[in-house]
């Protein structure tokens, strides 16, 4: 069974930085796009920052600048640098990933998500 599993959340004052990670585990084929998303308790989950499986990145305007998504394929991770914190960062982010394997006998692409990982950012 494929599992997404994160790390790294916390604390942080405004202006610090934290350093998230995903690694995926179980059995599967390849790695396709990765995400980050977060989601505040009453909004609609947003995504922060994807990468395909050639590393090209993509960021929410919100975020631009100060965050960094980065994989490694070798250890089946992505990771999430976050810079210059701010209050309204603060979310449970979630990592998704799209992860080809074989389902019932053929190759299928389906989409995981993980657990989260709390985000607090306060003075």
């Known amino acids: 069974q494929v599992q997404l599993v994160e790390s790294g959340g916390g604390s942080a004052q405004p202006g610090g930085s934290l350093r998230l990670s995903c690694v995926a585990s179980?059995?599967?084929?390849?790695?396709?796009?990765m995400s980050w998303y977060r989601q505040v308790p009453g909004l609609e989950r947003e995504q922060v920052a994807r990468?395909?499986?050639?590393?090209?990145?993509n960021y929410s305007d919100s975020v631009k600048g100060r965050f960094t998504i980065s994989r490694d394929n070798a250890k089946n991770a992505v990771y999430l640098q976050m810079n210059d914190l701010k209050p309204e960062d603060t979310a449970k982010y979630f990592c998704?990933?799209?992860?080809?394997?074989?389902?019932?006998?053929?190759?299928?692409?389906?989409?995981?998500w993980g657990q989260g990982t709390q985000v607090t950012v306060s003075s």
């Open positions: 990468t395909s499986s050639d590393g090209t990145a």
């Open positions: 998704r990933a799209h992860i080809v394997g074989v389902r019932s006998g053929s190759w299928s692409e389906d989409v995981y």
């Open positions: 179980g059995i599967f084929y390849r790695i396709n796009n």
